[in-house]
C-alpha cells in the first residue's frame, strides 16, 4: 500500500469522477437494452438451473447436459402441442454455484430478464429457499431435489420436489433391515454438517427409534477427508451399523474404507445413495460388499431405466453418470405432460393438475403422483417406489421393490 | 479415555498433523522468503493429486516414477507462474494475493472442466496395503509411510535451510533482499527456487494422500486454508513454528473431536489461532520484521 | 484546455444520482434492478473493507459482519415483532459493537496476521451460526423473513422499493465515508498506515483510532446485512462465508483501493462482466471462473494500483504528451 494523495493526484480527480459518471453511464445503457429473449410467438423459455461451479457441479454438469439433450429431442420432434398451439422450448441455464445468493440472482435473470415459465433445479437446500421468494411471487413452477423438508411447504405454492428424500427412503430400509438383522440394536448416522446432512441424519433418527434402533449422529464440515477422529468417536459407542448418509460420493466412501480400516465389522446401510461403481474404487470394493441401499442399478432395471441409462452411455462418460440428472429429467417430463393435459402453461392449472392426484407417465418410474399431504401438508412431493438393493459382487441388486 | 483410544487418537492427530506440515511447509518458504501471499498454494496440492491420478492410476506408470513426474511438473508449473506472475509484486502483498486468487480459480475451474465431473480414486500400490496394530489401535501401512517421508521431507528441508549454501541465501534474501542481492545472490534465482520447493511440497502432499483420499478439482480449498492457519500460528518463516503449529492443530482435530465431535473441533482451532494471536501477534515462533 | 472543462465530484455525483434515481423509471426490468441493489450492497461493504485498509489493517471478515446484521435484526423482527426500520439500525449498532469488541481485541495483530485472524474470526462467525441452531436456524437458516414495514401507508416489498433503499443506504455510506476520509480522522487512518510508530509518538492512540475505522465500516456492514436479508427473505450461514469476504477484498483491489472510487468501480465492474457475458448468444456459465480469475490475473499484473489507478496513469500520460506537444508548438512558434 503507497500512498494516497499528491498534488498530482488531485488534478487528476475531475478525470476520475467523470470516468465514474461515464462508467456508470455505460452499464445504464447495457442495462438498458431490451431484454433479448422476449418469447417469440410459439416458443416457450424453460430455465435450468444447476449448480455448474463449485462443490455441486458434478451434479449440476450432468443435470445440465442430460436437460438440454432433452429438450433438444423435443424440439427435434415437432415440440410440445399445448391446447392447440405448437410451442418449441427455449432454454436457459444458470448456474447457482450451490449458494443460496447465487441462486436468488440466477433465478431473478430466469424470471425476470428471460421470462422463464418453468425452471428446473436446483440441488442442495440453501439455493431452493433461496430463490422461492422470486420464483412463487411470478407463478413459475419449480421442479427441485433439495433434502429439506420445508422445500415443500404449503406456503411455496409452486415448488414441486422430484426426488424422493431420507424421510420417504429411511423408514423403508431400516425396516427392512431390522427384520432381516434384529441384532441391530445401535446404528451412527453420519452426516455433512449443512441443512441438507442435518435433515438426513434427523429422517434416520426418526425412522429407527420406532424399531428400537438407538441412532448416534455425527456431523462433518463439507469436504473434509480425514475421518479418523470422527470414527474414533463414533466406534467407541459400538455401532452395530453406520449410514453414511452424505451424498457427496467421496465423503461417503472414505467414511466406509476409513471405518473398515478401523476395526468396524457391521453393515452399512445408506437410506440415501451408495453404487459400488462410483464408491468403491474410493472406498474399496471389499469394503463395502453386503451394503444395504436405496440405490438401483438402472442399467439392469426396467426398460426404462435401461433406456435413460443407455441415452447417458452413448453421449457422455459412463464414470461420471450420477442421480441427479433422472431426478430432473423427470421433473421436465412431468412438466411437460401436465401442460400437454391441460393445455396451458398456466402454473396455477399444472399445479392444480399435480394436487389432483395425477397419475405421470414417467420413463425412469412408470406410473408416479405427487403426494405428502400428511407431512408436508400439500401434496408436492413425488412418490416413486422404493427399490432396497444390496452390494454383490461389486455390483447392486435388487433385494426388494415397494409398489 | 481407554488405552486404545489415546493410541489411537495419538496416532490420528500425528496423521492429520503431518499433511498440514507438509503443505504449510511450503507455503512458509514462499511467504517468508517472498513475501508473497499465495492463495492458490492448495491448487499446487491439487495438481499434485491429479498428476498422481493421470501417471499412476490412468496410465500405469509406476507409483514413485509417477510421483516424481507429477511433483517435478507442478514445481516447474510453479516456476513459471513465479517468473510469469508474481516476480514483480514480491515484497508487496495486494497485487500478489489478488493474483493467486485468480490462479485459484482458473486452476480448480480448468480441472473441473477437464476432469472433474467425479471424485477420482488413486489405488494403493501393493506394497503399502494392509494393517498395523499397535496396542489395540490401527494403522495403515500407506498412512505410516506418509508419515516417515513427512518426517524424511522436514529434516532435509531444515538442514538444506541451515547447513547449505542456498540455504543461506534463502534466510538472506529473506531478511533483506536489498542487502543480498548487493552481496552477489540473485533475488530472482532464489525466489524461483523457493517457489519450486515450495509447490513440490504441496505436490508431494498431494500425490502422497492421493491413494489414501481421493482426487477432486475443490480438494486443494480446505488444506490451503489450514496451511495459512498453521504458519500463522507458527510464525511466517519459521520451520520449527510450523512443525510446532501443524501438530498444535493436529492434536486439537486428533483429541478435540472425542469428546466434542469434529465440527467443534474445527471452531476450537479457530479460537486457539485467535487467542495465540492476541498473546503473541506474530505466531508462536515468528519475529517482528526489520 | 482544462480550464473550460470544469467538472466538480459534487456535480457528477449529482448526475450519478440523477441517473439511478430515474432507473426504475426507464427500465422497468427487475432482474437488472436487483442486480444493482446487490452491487449497492457489495459497495457498502467494500467501501468499509476499504476503510480499514486506510489504517493499514486487512480485513477478511466483511461478510461475518454483514452476518451479524442481517441475524439480528431478522432476529429481533421475527421473534420480537419489532419494527423493522428500527431493526434496520439496530444491526448496524449490533455489528458496530460486535466489531469494537472484536477489534479491541484483535487489532493489535498485524499485516498478514490480522488477515489471517480475520478470516478465521469469519469462519468462527460462521461455525456459530450452524452450531447455535436453536437461535439462529442451524445450516438451514431462516426462512420467510418479512418485508419491511410500511411507512405512512408506502409498503416495501417490491424490487423497486429495495433498490431505492439500497441506493439511500449507498449514498449515506458513501457521503459518510467520504466525509471521514478528507477530514481530520482520515489524515490520522492515513498517518497510522504509513508510520504507525511516529503516529503513535505524536500522540494518536492507535487502537481507538483503528477500532473506530473498524466500527463505522461495520456498522454500514451490519445495515447492508439487514438490508440484504430483507431482499433475499431468506439467511443461512452459507451467505456470509469466507469466500464472500475474499470477494470484496478481490472487488476493492482490483477497483484500486487509493481511491474512494476504487469500491464503487471494482463492484460495479466485475458484478457486470457476468452480467454482461450473459448477453453473449448460447453462453456457457460454466466458464466464468476461468474469465473471472483471468481478469483478476491480467489486472493485477499490468496495473496493480487497480482499475482506477490505471485511469490516472492513463490520464496523467495523455497529459504529458498533450503539454509535451503545447511546448514544442510552442518552441516552432
Known amino acids: 500500500m503507497g500512498r494516497i494523495k499528491s498534488k498530482h493526484n488531485n488534478r487528476n480527480f475531475h478525470f476520475m469522477v467523470l470516468a465514474m459518471g461515464l462508467l456508470l453511464l455505460a452499464a445504464a445503457l447495457l442495462v438498458m437494452q431490451p431484454a433479448p429473449a422476449e418469447a417469440d410467438e410459439g416458443t416457450v423459455n424453460v430455465g435450468i438451473m444447476a449448480p455448474l461451479s463449485g462443490p455441486g457441479a458434478p451434479w449440476g454438469i450432468a443435470t445440465a447436459r442430460v436437460l438440454e439433450l432433452q429438450f433438444k429431442q423435443i424440439n427435434d420432434a415437432g415440440g410440445v402441442k399445448v391446447g392447440n398451439k405448437v410451442y418449441k422450448l427455449k432454454w436457459y441455464k444458470e448456474d447457482d454455484k450451490y449458494m443460496g445468493s447465487a441462486a436468488a440472482q440466477a433465478a431473478a435473470r430466469l424470471i425476470h430478464d428471460l421470462d422463464c415459465k418453468v425452471i428446473f433445479g436446483t440441488n442442495g437446500s440453501s439455493p431452493v429457499l433461496a430463490m422461492h421468494p422470486i420464483t412463487t411471487d411470478n407463478k413459475v413452477p419449480v421442479f427441485c431435489n433439495s433434502f429439506a423438508d420445508d422445500a415443500v411447504s404449503p406456503e411455496r405454492k409452486y415448488n414441486f420436489r422430484t426426488s424422493m428424500t431420507s424421510h420417504q427412503y429411511a423408514p423403508v430400509v431400516w425396516k427392512y433391515a431390522k427384520g432381516r438383522w434384529p441384532e441391530i440394536k445401535r446404528v451412527a448416522a453420519i452426516g455433512q454438517n449443512d441443512a441438507t446432512g442435518k435433515e438426513e441424519t434427523n429422517h434416520i433418527k426418526l425412522a429407527c427409534e420406532p424399531l428400537g434402533i438407538a441412532v448416534d449422529i455425527e456431523l462433518f464440515e463439507p469436504g473434509q477427508k480425514e475421518f479418523y477422529p470422527l470414527l474414533t468417536r463414533v466406534l467407541a459407542k459400538k455401532p452395530d451399523a453406520m449410514d453414511p448418509t452424505c451424498c457427496a460420493l467421496g465423503s461417503a466412501s472414505l467414511i466406509m474404507k476409513q471405518a473398515r480400516e478401523l476395526g468396524f465389522k457391521g453393515k452399512f446401510i445408506s437410506s440415501v445413495f451408495l453404487d459400488p461403481t462410483l464408491n468403491g474404487p474410493i472406498a474399496g470394493f471389499d469394503n463395502i460388499e453386503g451394503s444395504l441401499t436405496v440405490t438401483w442399478d438402472l442399467a439392469n432395471g426396467s426398460p426404462g431405466e435401461r433406456a435413460f441409462y443407455k441415452m447417458w452411455c452413448d453421449n457422455w462418460n459412463p464414470k461420471e453418470f450420477n442421480v441427479s440428472p433422472t431426478i430432473f429429467y423427470t421433473g421436465a417430463e412431468i412438466w411437460l405432460e401436465a401442460i400437454q393435459k391441460v393445455g396451458d402453461i398456466d402454473a396455477d392449472k399444472v399445479r392444480n393438475l399435480i394436487e389432483s392426484g395425477h397419475m405421470f407417465n414417467t420413463t425412469i418410474y412408470g406410473k408416479v403422483k405427487f403426494s405428502g399431504k400428511d407431512y408436508y401438508g400439500v401434496d408436492h412431493q413425488l412418490i416413486t417406489p422404493v427399490v432396497i438393493s444390496e452390494v454383490k459382487d461389486k455390483k447392486l441388486v435388487e433385494i426388494w421393490r415397494g409398489k | 479415555m481407554t488405552l486404545q483410544m489415546f493410541v489411537q487418537s495419538l496416532i490420528n492427530s500425528i496423521l492429520s498433523g503431518g499433511v498440514l506440515i507438509l503443505i504449510a511447509m511450503g507455503l512458509t518458504i514462499i511467504l517468508g522468503i517472498m513475501k508473497v501471499v499465495n492463495f492458490a498454494h492448495g491448487e499446487f496440492y491439487m495438481l499434485g ?216 473441533a474445527t471452531v476450537m482451532v479457530y479460537v486457539v489461532l485467535l487467542i495465540t494471536l492476541i498473546f503473541k501477534p506474530m505466531g508462536l515462533l515468528g519475529h517482528a520484521e526489520k | 484546455m482544462l480550464k473550460n472543462r470544469r467538472l466538480t465530484p459534487n456535480m457528477v455525483l449529482l448526475v450519478i444520482a440523477i441517473l439511478l434515481i430515474l432507473f426504475p423509471m426507464l427500465s422497468g426490468n427487475k432482474y437488472y434492478l436487483r442486480t444493482i441493489t446487490t452491487l449497492a450492497i457489495a459497495i457498502v461493504l467494500t467501501s468499509g473493507f476499504r476503510l480499514i485498509a486506510l489504517t493499514g489493517q486487512l480485513s477478511i471478515a466483511q461478510a461475518a459482519f454483514m452476518g451479524v446484521g442481517a441475524y439480528c435484526s431478522t432476529l429481533l423482527i421475527m421473534n420480537l415483532g419489532w419494527n423493522s426500520w428500527i431493526c434496520f439500525f439496530l444491526a448496524g449498532f449490533a455489528a458496530a459493537l460486535t466489531a469494537g469488541i472484536v477489534g479491541f481485541i484483535t487489532l493489535r495483530i498485524k499485516e498478514i496476521y490480522f488477515a489471517i485472524a480475520t478470516l478465521a474470526l469469519n469462519e468462527l462467525f460462521r461455525l456459530i451460526w450452524v452450531e447455535w441452531d436453536t437461535l439462529f436456524g442451524g445450516p438451514a437458516g431462516i426462512v420467510n423473513i418479512p418485508s419491511p414495514d410500511p411507512i405512512l401507508g408506502i409498503h416495501f416489498g417490491s424490487v423497486v422499493s429495495f433498490y431505492y433503499i439500497a441506493v439511500l443506504l449507498l449514498f449515506s455510506a458513501t457521503a459518510m465515508m467520504l466525509r471521514i476520509e478528507r477530514s481530520r480522522i482520515g489524515l490520522i487512518f492515513s498517518s497510522i498506515r504509513e508510520f504507525d510508530t511516529l503516529a503513535a509518538s505524536l500522540g494518536v492512540n492507535l487502537i481507538w483510532e483503528k477500532v473506530k475505522a473498524f466500527m463505522i465500516a461495520c456498522f454500514f456492514a451490519g445495515m447492508a446485512g439487514a438490508l440484504y436479508a430483507h431482499l433475499q427473505h431468506f439467511i443461512s450461514p452459507v451467505d456470509f462465508t469466507l469466500m464472500d469476504s475474499v470477494m470484496f477484498l478481490l472487488y476493492g483491489v482490483i477497483g484500486g483501493l487509493e481511491s474512494v472510487w476504487g469500491p464503487a468501480v471494482g463492484c460495479t465492474v466485475m458484478i457486470f462482466i457476468p452480467v454482461g457475458l450473459r448477453l453473449i448468444p448460447n453462453y456457457n456459465p460454466v466458464i466464468e471462473p476461468i474469465i473471472f480469475g483471468g481478469i483478476l490475473i491480467l489486472v493485477m499484473r499490468f496495473c496493480p494500483g487497480g482499475l482506477v489507478g490505471l485511469f490516472q496513469k492513463l490520464v496523467s500520460d495523455l497529459k504529458k504528451t498533450e503539454s509535451q506537444k503545447g511546448e514544442q508548438e510552442h518552441a516552432a512558434a
Open chain 2, 49 to 264: 493429486g491429479f498428476g498422481i491420478w493421470w501417471f499412476f492410476a490412468e496410465h500405469g506408470l509406476n507409483f514413485v516414477l509417477a510421483l516424481i513426474l507429477s511433483v517435478t511438473l507442478v514445481g516447474i508449473l510453479g516456476v513459471a507462474i513465479e517468473r510469469g506472475l508474481f516476480k514483480p509484486f514480491r515484497e508487496n502483498a495486494f497485487p500478489s494475493l489478488i493474483i493467486s486468487c485468480g490462479i485459484l480459480l482458473v486452476f480448480r475451474a480448468a480441472t473441473q472442466l477437464s476432469f472433474g465431473l467425479v471424485d477420482h480414486a488413486v489405488p494403493t500400490p501393493e506394497a503399502f496395503k494392509g494393517m498395523i496394530q499397535v496396542s489395540g489401535a490401527f494403522l495403515s501401512k500407506e498412512r505410516l509411510i506418509v508419515i516417515c517421508i513427512t518426517l524424511a521431507l522436514i529434516i532435509g528441508l531444515y538442514v538444506f535451510i541451515k547447513f547449505t549454501k542456498a540455504g543461506l541465501a534463502m534466510r538472506a534474501v529473506s531478511d533483506n533482499p536489498a542487502a543480498a542481492s548487493l552481496q552477489g545472490m540473485s533475488v530472482d534465482r532464489i525466489s524461483s527456487l523457493a517457489f519450486f520447493i515450495g509447490s513440490v511440497l504441496a505436490a508431494t502432499a498431494g500425490c502422497l494422500t492421493g491413494p489414501i483420499f481421493y482426487v477432486s478439482p475443490t480438494m486443494g480449498a480446505e488444506p490451503g486454508l489450514m496451511a495459512f492457519v498453521v504458519i500463522v500460528l507458527g510464525g511466517i518463516g519459521s520451520i520449527t513454528g510450523t512443525v510446532i503449529a501443524g501438530l498444535i492443530i493436529g492434536f486439537i482435530e486428533g483429541f478435540g473431536a472425542i469428546p466434542f465431535g469434529t465440527n467443534y
